[in-house]
Structure formats: structure tokens, C-alpha cells
């Protein structure tokens, strides 16, 4: 259900309510397509806020404040300079359109009074908002400027005549009588659907609210034209005239739509018959709007917080594949340590019979005389050569002790970041993304002035006080009852088993994949359906969660043990066996909801 033309009825009838007469005392910018509008009417304050964000257009009054920022963008010093202070005169909608003017009286550089217009265009990827006079129609400024252009929908640029968007002509469905709308709906053609017709036809019909006639009526939202009889023609025009009168008498209900988990999922001016999910009615639209919008913003703030997140490990493991490449080939080279020491003992056996030149073939007589072609350097003598091959090998040797260190620190490195980017796909919360980001901090990873290359042989930066992974973990529950709880990061693995399982509580992890730590909790024995439960859990929070018959190691919390010196959830175990699940989906959801009843 989008911010369509009805809700725009809803919305532009509460604040012309609760905004006419009021003065406007500040205005902010905290975004750079959303506005905050502080208005003040005797005994009461109120926040009006406008977004032309593409995906979020919308306007309603807000109780919350985005933080604002110390250098507040042009178009807001121009709105502070033209509407600060000026008067709300009237809240209007432009037809039943998604368009809504702010009509504000002010006072002019010269003390005459002046009425000026700010208009929201709601109108999905082309929202704007607009300054003007309302008299002239010459436009002050515009929140998105469009200069003249090839393809330009229209010019919006300061000094302009405004002209409001180039829409398909429609009609006003509250002067609509019953003969013309069923007149209408039989001209069209039959392949076409109804829900099209109607919302082509009528001013605020979006396809949501075209379905909702259609379903009003009793009808699938998808019976097209050449479908209908007489009578399903006649229940239509019965159930769009029905919500058209209550637009035009003002009969507004707003509401809420609720997923599952109780949490907005959609909003409408009217209760709608097609709702997905259970329904809340709202005391204003606006509250209605913000419920949806907020939560929105929230779940939008975690994907956006998420995918920073993941670029940050991938560039970092990205970084690391290239070291470990690198060292991997300068193993191979340190590998031909023997060889060089061959070489030097065989020319310092043979020193008598060498001559210089670019290579010399000798008997090597720790293989039974074996002919062996060994390459030299013409400008140096025989005994030279051989003290090079002799130095060239003692590099080799210490080399190859140095690049094995780091080589075994690096993919050490990558299974921990590995580690990360599961409990990244985990994360459901700004808090738990706060969490991990805090946690790549203080393994030397990400800093708050930007990405360190990982891997690079800095020692890690200590974790800070109190950080230590003390959030809860996830919360599951077996079919029989027994607790299961799921770390959400590697620090809180570490705390989860290390701290919080008791010795002889159940220890489960993905076998030989990063994933997360499962404890549970048991008193004696563990029963085989509340082990093969929470290996399933296992499986599901790990790098195997879309595979199939996947092998989950379980061993007494007691036999789990971490090394010195190693990552935040690097552990090793023993004493350990092996279970097989397939991981599911609707499952794993039942075992998490069972925690929540």
C-alpha cells in the first residue's frame, strides 16, 4: 500500500486541522531529500516532516527529530530565510493527487505582506519539493533543481514559472455519478483488468486501491473486463462509489497492517479487505504513517549498516587472498632451500675440476652418482659460486620458517572473517551490527577513520571495556522444551562457551565451516531429539545453512578450550561426535518462536 492519492486525502485533512493558523518557528534539513517544519499554535508544538526520498516520499507529523546536521544545505537556509516565521494559512491537496500545498502567509523584503506556496510532490522516483509565489507561480527554489534539458520532464530552476507534473489526465472520482462509472467500465476492452481501468480513469485510484474496490466487491483483484457479468459491473460501482463517499464526507479510518511478529507492514487511509496480515487501527493518519515509516527506516538502517559492513570484510579478505597467494609463492621458493645447499656441497667436492662458464654438470653421490647440470655465475670462481648457493640456502632456510608464520597467521585471518560474514547475514538489529563492528574494531580490522588492511602483522587493538560480546544471543527452544541459545558474534561466541555453558551443557558447530556457537542446555544425558534440534540450529546459523546433509560436531561444553593468542570464536574440541541435518527454514523458526511463548 503506497502514500497514494487517498492517503494523501487522509493526511492533508489532518494537518490543515492541526497546522492552519499555526507559525512555522524552525526549519531543518537533516537529510538530503527530508525536511522538519516546526510549527507552534497556542498550547501546542508540533513537527511536520516532508521526504522526497524515491522510495519514502511521504509527509505527516513526526514526534522524532533526525539529528541535524551543523551545516544546514541551500534549500533550507532559503526556506529559513522566505518561511521563518511565517503563518500556515491552509494545508491543501491538488486534486486527488499525491500533492500537497503549504499555503503560508510572510512578509517581504519591503513589509508587504506575501503569500508563498510549498508544495510536496509525493510522486515516487520524481519527488520534489517546491518553493513558489503563490500569485506569480514563480518558483523561489526547488529541493531537486531540473535545469532545461533534452528530456526534461519539466524546468524547475529559481525564477521559473512552476507547472505541476505532466500526469495523464484523469478524472475526480467524487463527482463521478453511477451511470457514467458503469458507462466507462463497459467500454473498456476485455483482455484489459479492471484494477487498470479503474486506476487510469480515476484521480487517487493507485493499483492498491483499484484491487480494493474490486475485492470490496467480492471479485479477484485480477478479473479483467471480458470476465464480468452485468451484476459483478453493478457490485464494483457499488464498492468504488462507497469509498469514493467516504473520501469526499471525510470518513477516514486509518490503519496499520502487522506481519507475524507484530511489527508495521503496511498502512491505508481505510481498513483494507485485502490486508496480509492482522490490522490496528491509528488515532491520526500520521501516527499511521510514521509507524510504517519508522520501522521502515529501521529495517532499512540495518540492510544499509550491513552491506558497509560486508564490503568492509570483503575488501579486507580480498586483501588477504592476495598475501596468502603471495606467500604460498614465496614458499614454493624457499622450498628449493635443499636444492641450493645440494649445489654448494657438490661445487665445493668437485672445486678442482670446474671451469668457469655458465654451468657445469657433476656427479651427485648422494644419489649414486646421478648427473647433476648446476647453473653458475661466469664472473665469479668456483669457490665463489659455491658460497653463493651456500648463502642462497641459508636465506631459503630462515625464509621459509618466516613465510610459514605468516602464511599459517593469514588463512588463520580469513577463517575469522569467514566467521564475520555469517554472524553478518545473522544480524537482525542496528545494535547487533554495532556489535560486530565493534568487534572488527578491536581485532585491528575497521576503525572509525576507515578500514585497516587486515592481516597486515599489527598487533590488534585491545577490545574496550564492556565490549565483550555481553549481548544476548538468539533464543531457541527444542520441540520438548530444552533451552538452545545461539551466539550472534564471535566475541559473544567466546562468552556463550567459555563463560556462560555450563561444563556439561551440549556444545554444537558446523563441522570444518564457520558458523556459530550453539549450547544446549541439559541436565544428564542429552535426548536425541533435542541434540538433532539444535544441530539444526547449528547448521542453519553457519556457511551450510542452503546445503543438505550437513555434518554438525557436539561435544560437552567442558572439552571445548581456546587457544592462546587465538580469534574472537576461534576454539578447538574433542571427545566430540558428529550429527547429520538438513537445515530448514520454516524449523529453525517454529525452535525460535517456541522461545518466545
Known amino acids: 500500500m503506497p502514500f497514494d492519492g487517498l492517503f494523501t486525502a487522509v493526511i492533508a485533512a489532518e494537518l490543515h486541522r492541526v497546522l492552519a493558523d499555526a507559525r512555522i518557528h524552525k526549519i531543518q534539513q537533516p537529510e538530503g531529500r527530508t525536511l522538519i517544519i516546526h510549527c507552534r499554535r497556542p498550547g501546542h508544538n508540533h513537527r511536520l516532516l516532508i521526504s522526497a526520498d524515491a522510495g519514502l516520499a511521504r509527509i505527516h507529523l513526526t514526534d522524532t527529530l533526525p539529528p541535524n546536521p551543523p551545516h544546514p544545505p541551500a534549500f533550507c537556509m532559503l526556506l529559513r530565510k522566505h518561511l521563518e516565521p511565517a503563518r500556515i494559512v491552509a494545508v491543501e491537496q491538488v486534486g486527488l493527487d499525491r500533492i500537497v500545498r503549504l499555503v503560508c502567509e510572510t512578509v517581504d523584503g519591503g513589509g508587504r505582506r506575501t503569500r508563498l506556496a510549498l508544495i510536496a510532490e509525493l510522486t515516487g522516483r520524481h519527488s520534489n519539493v517546491v518553493l513558489i509565489e503563490e500569485a506569480t507561480g514563480r518558483i523561489l527554489d526547488a529541493l531537486h533543481r531540473t535545469p532545461p534539458q533534452d528530456g526534461a520532464r519539466r524546468v524547475l530552476m529559481p525564477g521559473e514559472t512552476y507547472g505541476p507534473p505532466p500526469v495523464p489526465p484523469k478524472r475526480d472520482p467524487r463527482a463521478a455519478t453511477r451511470e457514467e462509472a458503469l458507462r466507462l467500465l463497459a467500454l473498456e476492452p476485455a483482455p484489459v483488468p479492471v484494477a487498470r481501468s479503474i486506476a487510469a480513469l480515476y484521480d487517487g485510484f493507485g493499483p492498491f486501491a483499484a484491487r480494493e474496490v474490486l475485492v470490496r466487491a467480492g471479485l479477484d483483484p485480477d478479473t479483467r473486463h471480458g470476465d464480468l457479468t452485468a451484476a459483478d459491473r453493478e457490485r464494483i460501482v457499488d464498492a468504488f462509489l462507497t469509498l469514493v463517499g467516504a473520501v469526499a464526507a471525510g470518513r477516514f479510518a486509518p490503519v496499520v497492517v502487522l506481519d507475524d511478529a507484530g511489527q508495521p507492514l503496511d498502512f491505508w487511509a481505510f481498513p483494507p479487505a485485502q490486508a496480509p496480515g492482522p490490522l490496528s487501527p491509528c488515532p491520526s493518519p500520521s501516527q499511521a504513517a510514521a509507524a510504517y515509516f519508522n520501522h521502515r527506516l529501521a529495517t532499512l538502517g540495518v540492510q544499509r549498516q550491513r552491506q558497509r559492513l560486508e564490503r568492509l570484510v570483503a575488501a579486507a579478505r580480498a586483501r588477504l587472498g592476495r598475501k596468502v597467494e603471495n606467500l604460498r609463492q614465496d614458499l614454493a621458493g624457499a622450498a628449493r632451500a635443499e636444492e641450493y645447499r645440494l649445489y654448494g656441497e657438490l661445487l665445493t667436492a668437485h672445486l678442482h675440476r670446474i671451469p668457469r662458464g655458465e654451468t657445469v654438470t657433476l656427479p651427485n653421490y648422494h644419489a649414486g652418482d646421478a648427473p647433476v647440470t648446476i647453473p653458475l655465475d661466469p664472473a665469479l670462481s668456483p669457490a665463489e659460486n659455491a658460497q653463493r648457493y651456500f648463502k642462497r640456502y641459508a636465506k631459503a632456510r630462515a625464509a621459509q620458517a618466516a613465510v610459514q608464520t605468516q602464511l599459517d597467521a593469514a588463512v588463520a585471518e580469513l577463517a575469522y572473517l569467514d566467521q564475520v560474514a555469517i554472524h553478518l547475514e545473522m544480524a537482525d538489529s542496528l545494535e547487533a551490527l554495532a556489535e560486530l563492528e565493534a568487534e572488527l574494531e578491536a581485532a585491528g580490522v575497521a576503525s572509525p577513520a576507515g578500514p585497516k588492511a587486515?592481516?597486515?602483522?599489527?598487533?590488534?587493538?585491545?577490545?574496550?571495556?564492556?565490549?565483550?560480546?555481553?549481548?544476548?544471543?538468539?533464543?531457541?527452544?527444542?520441540?520438548?522444551?530444552?533451552?538452545?541459545?545461539?551466539?550472534?558474534?564471535?566475541?559473544?561466541?567466546?562468552?556463550?562457551?567459555?563463560?556462560?555453558?555450563?561444563?556439561?551443557?551440549?556444545?554444537?558447530?558446523?563441522?570444518?565451516?564457520?558458523?556459530?556457537?550453539?549450547?544446549?542446555?541439559?541436565?544428564?544425558?542429552?535426548?536425541?531429539?533435542?541434540?538433532?534440534?539444535?544441530?539444526?540450529?547449528?547448521?542453519?546459523?553457519?556457511?551450510?545453512?542452503?546445503?543438505?546433509?550437513?555434518?554438525?560436531?557436539?561435544?560437552?561444553?567442558?572439552?571445548?578450550?581456546?587457544?592462546?593468542?587465538?580469534?574472537?570464536?576461534?576454539?578447538?574440541?574433542?571427545?566430540?561426535?558428529?550429527?547429520?541435518?538438513?537445515?530448514?527454514?520454516?524449523?529453525?523458526?517454529?525452535?525460535?518462536?517456541?522461545?518466545?511463548?
Open 454 to 597: 587486515a592481516g597486515d602483522g599489527r598487533p590488534h587493538r585491545a577490545a574496550r571495556p564492556g565490549s565483550d560480546g555481553g549481548g544476548k544471543p538468539l533464543e531457541a527452544r527444542t520441540r520438548r522444551g530444552a533451552r538452545v541459545l545461539i551466539g550472534r558474534s564471535n566475541r559473544q561466541n567466546d562468552r556463550l562457551t567459555l563463560r556462560t555453558a555450563r561444563p556439561d551443557d551440549i556444545w554444537l558447530h558446523v563441522k570444518d565451516l564457520p558458523g556459530a556457537h550453539v549450547i544446549l542446555q541439559v541436565q544428564g544425558e542429552p535426548d536425541e531429539e533435542d541434540l538433532r534440534d539444535a544441530a539444526q540450529l547449528a547448521a542453519y546459523f553457519s556457511k551450510a545453512r542452503h546445503s543438505s546433509s550437513v555434518a554438525v560436531d557436539w561435544t560437552r561444553a567442558r572439552h571445548v578450550r581456546k587457544p592462546k593468542g587465538a580469534r574472537p570464536g576461534m576454539v578447538i574440541y574433542d571427545h566430540h561426535k558428529t550429527i547429520y541435518v538438513s537445515p530448514d527454514e520454516a524449523a529453525v523458526s517454529a525452535l525460535l518462536a517456541m522461545s518466545r511463548r
